[in-house]
Antibody, heavy 125, light 108 residues
């Protein structure tokens, strides 16, 4: 069974650093990109960025580039999302999601087929 | 950047009703459109990919259609477990994935 299990809820102060994790199991971890998605309280889904665990190549949304860092350790099937200096506006639920591909008439499409349970990050003084 | 819009933003319906949600892209995205369902306190769940392909394990009362800029998600007979928020997502752009703002389906 494919599973993505995320680390637990965090309460931090502004300016503190944080790294949350997403551990994959039930599949070959390096074969699938891992994405990170933010959901602020009462709001919709925002794609933040993704990583190829096989070589740690990353893509970031322009909205999040420079504010977060995505990394992975394929030896322990785990992806990470980290902040060096949190702000109150980083308060949100963060989801990791596996990306898979399908053949769309000769070209590839993709979707997020498995999601972690979410990690709630609260930043408050 | 491709922008996604959804309508309505919310709707009230009864069990057994037929429900249709619309998603529109700011430019043509062919059929690179996915639908997700999110129930309160849970992670999103993939329902439909490639605009009309049903993800494995998803009930057949869910269906999707459309191409280009206009897409629909239809629930043929609403069930109690279907009360949730539904998001469309475009996967056409290179290295950028955009979600719609969501449609909340509530109990009438």
């Amino acid at each position: 069974e494919v599973q993505l299990v995320q680390s637990g809820a965090e309460v931090k102060k502004p300016g503190e650093s944080l790294r949350i994790s997403c551990k994959g199991s039930g599949y070959t971890f390096p074969y699938y990109w891992i994405n990170w998605v933010r959901q602020m309280p009462g709001k919709g889904l925002e794609w933040m960025g993704r990583i190829d665990p096989s070589d740690s190549y990353t893509n970031y949304s322009p909205s999040f580039q420079g504010h977060v860092t995505i990394s992975a350790d394929k030896s322990i099937s785990t992806a990470y999302l980290q902040w060096s200096s949190l702000k109150a506006s980083d308060t949100a639920m963060y989801y990791c999601a596996r990306q898979d591909y399908y053949d769309s008439g000769g070209s590839l499409g993709d979707y997020f087929d498995y999601w972690g349970q979410g990690t709630l990050v609260t930043v408050s003084s | 950047d491709i922008q996604m819009t959804q309508s309505p933003s919310s709707l009230s319906a009864s069990v057994g009703d037929r429900v249709t949600i619309t998603c529109r892209a700011s430019q043509s995205i062919s059929n690179y459109l996915n639908w997700y369902q999110q129930t309160p306190g849970k992670a999103p769940k993939l329902l439909i990919y490639a605009a009309s392909s049903l993800q494995s394990g998803v009930p057949s009362r869910f269906s999707g259609s459309g191409s280009g800029t206009d897409f629909t998600l239809t629930i043929s007979s609403l069930q109690p477990e279907d009360f949730a928020t539904y998001y469309c997502q475009q996967s056409y752009s290179t290295h950028t994935w955009t979600f719609g703002p969501g449609t909340k389906v509530e109990i009438k």
